[in-house]
Structures are given as structure tokens and as C-alpha cells.
């Protein structure tokens, strides 16, 4: 790499984002983690987790997202809660709500956990509970409401794909009914276990229309009441999504096995070797290790994105995703139509949505869980 | 919201946001759920202030005397308008 070393790095990991744990009671097909989480059995223990958030917010840190897998799966989450509280984060729990009751809401609030975000995979017991792959609909429903109940700033999460949808509107509905503070409707985005499962997740483009109406008209009506955040998915977008804000700009996430990773998804790039704070410091992570210096700035691009006016805007994309459907992660991110290989992008889209769900040809979902992590690693 | 915040108005921050001096960046700065605000110099100094307990007229009576002859008010409306409009800010009869 030319640029190591050269200028010194301005940026600062604002935040940091805490992957506790892979394990999860949920299976959902669309999960963000990398398929190979089978892999990584060993956890960092709670002074290794200690040390992160010191280091990261001596750096500047400042917002402090704990996550999975399912969080609450640690026993210590308590424990990281209240330092991090302690350091000055703004502390976040993203959870699916598994694994709460009330006496740990109660600790956390007492540890100073600033805020909860609750994910629901549909509005009705069925689907949530088909798509989860457990029982957990009611149990979560009575956690949003305890969330409430403690003053704390709610959000609740729904992943949104071709099979939910539909239902939007009870979506959001629901929302309404948890008095949830703010709402992220996020497509599925296609990495991983979702990539994986996209035939059976990519919405057309008449529900997504349907849909992206749906959700505008209770955006103006709730407007001073709750935020609706409307994500729509990028292969269905022109331009690209300025992906982590670009490479090593304000983004770290530090994965169960204490890998450093500048995006929870990058793991899947090749050739990269992940630098880990069992090794190294958060310091030599984010400011000297060749990872986190590989892509960024601007001097990795080609063209289109090297000429480009907007690639102050947008960093060309995600560089996973140019990876994925390009097979070279310095390309251009091809959901832009700039891109040489866009039009082959909008052919796969066509011909994938076209094809009814219960077609012969469309492979059934693939939940994920360990077993099925552990039989894609030896198939 | 009516055009003009009333003298008697008492802000105060509201819950889903929390106001911190960061040292790494120089600067005030908002923190929410999964996001944060950076204050200029200004807003940081008139939201510092904030306690839930002074009224408009007592904050601009605070900032007043403490950058002494700096015509402050219109300003101080306006930011506060922002705040609200962005719901950074909550009082009891907004």
C-alpha cells in the first residue's frame, strides 16, 4: 500500500460497534453476520472487552452499539454497559429482545444504558415467529412495552423483504401501538446469509413502490412523534450508499473473536487479513494496520469512481458489494448505473423477481444457525 | 409551533438526547440512538445552559451577561426555534 504511513489518518472510530457474540436464539435467513460464524468459538472475555471500549474512547469513540449474535447472550453485558456508560459513551443495546425479562431492563438502566433497539421480523406471531425460526413474537411484543415502561428511547427494527412486505403498513402500525420513538424499515441488503437466501428476499418493484408509498404517508402523520426511517434495498438504487461512510472514516466494528473489521461485512473480502485487539491496540488498529488503510481516501479507485464528482459523496460504494458482484472490491459499487457491470445487475434483479416465490427452481430459505453455518463451510 | 417561543417558556433536553462536551472532537455534541449532532460554539453555549428549570427570558439574561454587549437575542430565538424543530428540545407545554 503506498498511502500507509504517508498522511497522517484525520479520522476518528466515532463509532464503535461491539459484536459480542455470533451466538443467537433466532435464525433469521437475512442475518448480517458472515456466514462462516460456525468458525469463531472463542469469545474475547470481559477485561478484553474492557480494554476495547477504554482504548476506542480515548480515540474519540463516542457512540457504543452492543450486538450479535444476540447480546444478551453475555453474561457480562451488565458489566460492559456500566463502563461504558462510566467512559462517556452513548450506549446502545441492539437486541432481538430474547433473553430480556424485566429485572435485566431494570439493570441496565441502573448500569446507564442510554437506549434499546428491538428487532421484530413481522407484525403477526406466524411469520415473525416462521422467520425468527423461534417462539418469540409475544415474548418481544411485552419486552418493547417494558422498554416503555422504563424510559427509555425505543427503536424497533423490522428487516423488510419480499415475504413481509406486504404488510407494511400493520408494520408500522405496530410500531405505533409500542409508542417506539423511531422506526427503521431496512430492506434486506445482500451480504451473507441474506445473499445467500435473495431469491426469496428481494421484493419486486411493485411492492417495493407499493410499500415505499405506504411508508411516506406515515412518515407526514407521524411527523413530530416518531421517526420512520424507509430504507430501500440498493440493488434497487442508482446510486450507491456512501457505505460506512467510507472505509476507516468513523467505523469499527470488533467482532466476538476481537477481529477488528472497518464494516461487519467485510470479512467476506479476500486477501485481507483482520487485525485483532488481542494483538494489537485500537490505536495501531485504526491508524496502522494495512487493513484499515487499504481503502481509505480515494487513491484505490478506478474508474468510473476515480474521475467521478460524487466520490466525495458517496466513496464509491461498498466495497463488498463490488466484490460480490464484480469480483474486484476496487470497482465501482455496481448499484450505480456509472458502473460497467449495472446492467447486469438490474438482468439478475429482473430475472429473480420475475419468478413466483413458490416456483420449483427458487431453493427454500436457509435459516441461520451453527448447523447450517458448519455444513456451508464443508459443502 | 407558533412563530415566537413565549420568555416564559422553560426548555429542557429532551429525553431521547443527551448533551456532553467532547474532548476529542473540541466541541458539544447530541447524542441519540445511534447518531450524534456537533454544536457550534454558540449552540453548545445556550444549550449547556438548559437545566429544565430557567425560562427563556433567565437563559438570554444568563448569555447577556456573560458576553456583555453582544447582541445575542434574535439569535438565541432562532437557535432555540431550530432546537425545537428538531426535538432536541421538550417543555412541559410543547
Given at each position: 500500500m503506498a498511502m500507509v504511513g504517508s498522511v497522517p489518518n484525520q479520522s476518528k472510530p466515532l463509532w464503535l460497534l461491539a459484536e459480542l457474540t455470533y451466538r443467537c436464539p433466532l435464525q433469521c435467513p437475512y442475518c448480517s453476520n458472515p456466514l462462516d460464524i460456525a468458525k469463531y468459538k472463542e469469545e474475547l472475555d470481559t477485561e478484553g472487552w474492557l480494554r476495547v471500549l477504554r482504548e476506542a474512547r480515548k480515540m474519540g469513540a463516542a457512540q457504543l452499539g452492543f450486538s450479535g449474535g444476540e447480546p444478551l447472550v453475555r453474561q457480562d453485558l451488565e458489566i460492559l454497559i456500566a463502563e461504558g456508560r462510566k467512559l462517556g459513551y452513548y450506549t446502545n443495546l441492539i437486541t432481538s429482545g430474547v433473553g430480556m425479562d424485566e429485572a435485566r431492563i431494570a439493570a441496565f438502566k441502573e448500569a446507564g444504558l442510554d437506549h434499546i433497539q428491538i428487532s421484530f421480523q413481522a407484525s403477526n406471531e406466524e411469520l415473525n415467529n416462521y422467520l425468527g425460526g423461534s417462539d418469540s413474537f409475544q415474548h418481544k411484543y411485552d419486552m418493547a412495552r417494558l422498554v416503555k415502561k422504563y424510559e427509555y428511547p425505543m427503536v424497533l427494527n423490522i428487516v423488510i423483504h419480499r415475504q413481509n412486505i406486504d404488510q407494511i403498513e400493520d408494520i408500522i402500525k405496530m410500531t405505533i401501538d409500542l409508542q417506539a420513538d423511531y422506526v427503521e424499515l431496512a430492506s434486506t441488503q445482500y451480504y451473507g446469509w441474506s445473499k445467500l437466501n435473495e431469491a426469496q428476499l428481494l421484493p419486486t418493484r411493485e411492492q417495493l413502490a407499493r410499500a415505499e408509498r405506504i411508508a411516506h404517508e406515515y412518515q407526514e402523520r407521524m411527523k413530530g412523534r416518531m421517526r420512520i426511517l424507509y430504507v430501500v434495498p440498493d440493488y434497487y438504487e442508482t446510486r450507491p450508499k456512501a457505505c460506512m461512510n467510507g472505509w476507516g472514516s468513523i467505523f469499527l466494528t470488533i467482532s466476538p473473536d476481537g477481529s477488528a473489521l472497518p464494516c461487519h461485512a467485510a470479512r467476506q473480502l479476500p486477501g485481507m487479513t483482520f487485525p485483532n485487539v488481542r494483538t494489537h491496540s485500537v490505536d495501531w488498529i485504526w491508524n496502522q494496520s494495512p487493513t484499515f488503510n487499504?481503502?481509505?481516501?480515494?487513491?484505490w479507485m478506478q474508474e468510473p469512481c476515480r474521475s467521478c464528482p460524487e466520490k466525495t459523496k458517496d466513496f464509491g460504494g461498498c466495497r463488498c458489494q463490488a466484490y460480490m458482484l464484480t469480483g474486484d472490491a476496487t470497482n465501482a459499487d455496481p448499484v450505480c448505473d456509472k458502473s460497467a457491470y449495472h446492467a447486469e445487475l438490474v438482468a439478475q434483479v429482473d430475472a429473480m423477481t420475475m419468478k413466483p416465490l413458490s416456483s420449483r427452481d427458487t431453493k427454500p430459505l436457509v435459516f441461520r444457525n451453527m448447523r447450517n453455518s458448519k455444513e456451508l463451510a464443508s459443502a | 409551533m407558533s412563530d415566537e417561543l413565549p420568555p416564559t417558556l422553560i426548555p429542557r433536553i429532551a429525553p431521547m438526547f443527551r448533551l456532553q462536551w467532547e474532548e476529542a472532537q473540541n466541541c458539544h455534541v447530541l447524542l441519540y440512538p445511534e447518531g450524534m449532532v456537533k454544536l457550534g460554539g454558540s449552540a453548545g453555549e445556550i444549550l449547556k445552559r438548559i437545566d429544565g428549570k430557567k425560562s427563556i427570558s433567565t437563559l438570554i439574561d444568563e448569555l447577556k451577561a456573560q458576553f456583555p454587549g453582544v447582541p445575542l437575542e434574535a439569535d438565541v430565538h432562532k437557535f432555540l426555534e431550530t432546537a425545537y424543530g428538531n426535538g432536541w428540545l421538550r417543555s412541559e407545554s410543547k
Open positions: 487499504f481503502y481509505r481516501g480515494d487513491n | -
